[in-house]
């Protein structure tokens, strides 16, 4: 069974920073994309970032030039740097795995419990 534990949220004021941790545990042989969704109060849960095992990486508009996102395979643990912040970024964040592969095969759309990300001055 496949865990992912999220860590570093919190309260920010505008123009801060903050960097979120995800890290998955279980057994795991390979993981491909790992990627970053939020979902803010009564809105759809939408992508915010995305980086596969190589390093490529993809950006939603509203966070492209502010947040970086990064992984370290060693430790299959990818990060969200969130730079710049704004109220709009409120929101709860979600660490998203969609193919895991274990000794037993595969495993499918893994999600975080989500950790809360607030914007606020």
């Known amino acids: 069974q496949l865990h992912l534990v999220e860590s570093g949220g919190g309260l920010v004021q505008p123009g801060g920073s903050l960097r979120l941790s995800c890290q998955a545990s279980?057994?795991?042989?390979?993981?491909?994309?790992m990627d970053w969704y939020r979902q803010a109060p009564g809105k759809q849960r939408e992508l915010v970032a995305a980086?596969?095992?190589?390093?490529?990486?993809n950006y939603a508009d509203s966070v492209r030039g502010r947040f970086t996102i990064s992984r370290d395979n060693t430790k299959n643990t990818v990060f969200l740097q969130m730079n710049s912040l704004k109220t709009e970024d409120t929101a709860v964040y979600y660490c998203?795995?969609?193919?895991?592969?274990?000794?037993?095969?595969?495993?499918?759309?893994?999600w975080g419990q989500g950790t809360q990300v607030t914007v606020s001055s």
């Open positions: 998203h795995v969609a193919v895991v592969r274990t000794p037993d095969g595969y495993q499918y759309d893994n």
């Open positions: 980086i596969s095992r190589g390093g490529g990486t």
């Open positions: 279980g057994s795991i042989l390979s993981i491909n994309v």
